[in-house]
């Protein structure tokens, strides 16, 4: 499968962007999906998972309350809401599938992953 993130973006201290992640082939709803982040000189972290049905969720601490993970599985498409966002949000922002389709937890593989968007949050 392959992935393709957009709507990434600047944004100021408090705002909102909501990323998209579109994957190719009619198997996307075989696959649990998350999002993941890397800032510079950070590791890459799992920030929230969704399961294939979208009825199991995971998220981060750092992101509890504040960035919400969906899917629509007839659009091939996972979804990010992120509000309230911080300067500490700022990172190259990623989509990747596992192929444990029932998973939704902190240990998400990325099996397939896309080639980030990049979230700037000033203060």
């Known amino acids: 499968v392959q992935l393709v993130e957009s709507g990434g973006g600047l944004v100021q201290a408090g705002g909102s962007l909501r990323l998209s992640c579109a994957a190719s082939?009619?198997?996307?709803?075989?696959?649990?999906m998350g999002w993941f982040r890397q800032a510079p000189g950070k590791e890459r972290e799992l920030v929230t998972a969704?399961?294939?049905?979208?009825?199991?969720?995971y998220y981060a601490d750092s992101v509890k309350g504040r960035f919400t993970i969906s899917r629509d599985n007839a659009k091939n498409t996972v979804y990010l809401q992120m509000n309230s966002l911080k300067t500490e949000d700022t990172a190259l922002y990623y989509c990747?599938?596992?192929?444990?389709?029932?998973?939704?937890?902190?240990?998400?593989?990325?099996?397939?992953w896309g080639q980030g968007t990049q979230v700037t949050v000033s203060s």
């Open positions: 969704i399961n294939w049905s979208g009825l199991g969720t």
């Open positions: 990747a599938a596992d192929r444990r389709s029932f998973y939704s937890g902190r240990d998400l593989r990325g099996d397939y």
């Open positions: 082939g009619r198997t996307f709803s075989s696959y649990a």
